[in-house]
T-cell receptor
Framework: AQTVTQSQPEMSVQEAETVTLSCTYD???????LFWYKQPPSRQMILVIR??????QNATENRFSVNFQKAAKSFSLKISDSQLGDAAMYFC?????????????????FGQGTILTVHP | DTGVSQNPRHKITKRGQNVTFRCDPI?????LYWYRQTLGQGPEFLTY????????KSRLLSDRFSAERPKGSFSTLEIQRTEQGDSAMYLC??????????????FGPGTRLTVT
């Protein structure tokens, strides 16, 4: 079974600065997706960024980028020019692409989350 | 399309009562997932539907839990004889078929259950 570990329960950053959130995972599979989701307080979870394991190039979405190290099974999220609206719980998630019996179900395995605080 | 919706948003019930939650996925999505999230933790997978077929269930889903997705549209999650340990946020997510378009799951706002 796959596991996802976020070793930073809480992180803080000054507005306009850069912060990096860490995530490691354990899998024996070679093909999978990794995601970062953001969950603001009392609001629903939204996707921040995704990475396909077969792609060597790190994904970027505006101020958000990842550092994907497949051999090390590491998937960190860098937030540049942090804004007050970035304050939230961030979850790293893994999705298998393993086809079982001709079907891949695609359930997500989440880490424990990192609470990000942004100071003005 | 306004995204995944869930009702009710909050439910307070007494121990031993039955509760039912509803999820309406994005209309083009044939895959529907239920997760449970306890305070300060990441969501944990409960069950998965592809169209109307329930194809996977977690060990977390005890006999008191049942889920349906009639006609492959909305889904319901019922908990019978609720226990205090059932108190959590129940999240629904939907996605396109595997290999089609984007692989992301889109989440609803959740139903927060409190068992007193």
């Amino acid at each position: 079974a796959q596991t996802v570990t976020q070793s930073q329960p809480e992180m803080s950053v000054q507005e306009a600065e850069t912060v990096t959130l860490s995530c490691t995972y354990d899998t024996s599979e070679s093909d999978y997706y990794l995601f970062w989701y953001k969950q603001p307080p009392s609001r629903q979870m939204i996707l921040v960024i995704r990475q396909e394991a077969y792609k060597q190039q790190n994904a970027t979405e505006n101020r958000f980028s990842v550092n994907f190290q497949k051999a090390a099974k590491s998937f960190s999220l860098k937030i540049s020019d942090s804004q007050l609206g970035d304050a939230a719980m961030y979850f790293c998630a893994y999705r298998s692409e393993l086809v079982s019996g001709g079907t891949s179900y695609g359930k997500l395995t989440f880490g424990q989350g990192t609470i990000l605080t942004v100071h003005p | 399309d306004t995204g995944v919706s869930q009702n009710p948003r909050h439910k307070i019930t007494k121990r031993g009562q039955n509760v039912t939650f509803r999820c309406d996925p994005i209309s083009e999505h044939n895959r529907l997932y239920w997760y449970r999230q306890t305070l300060g933790q990441g969501p944990e997978f409960l069950t998965y539907f592809q169209n109307e077929a329930q194809l996977e269930k977690s060990r977390l889903l005890s006999d008191r839990f049942s889920a349906e997705r009639p006609k492959g549209s909305f889904s319901t999650l019922e908990i019978q004889r609720t226990e205090q340990g059932d108190s959590a946020m129940y999240l629904c997510a939907s996605s396109f078929p595997m290999g089609v378009l984007s692989p992301e799951q889109y989440f609803g706002p959740g139903t927060r259950l409190t068992v007193t």
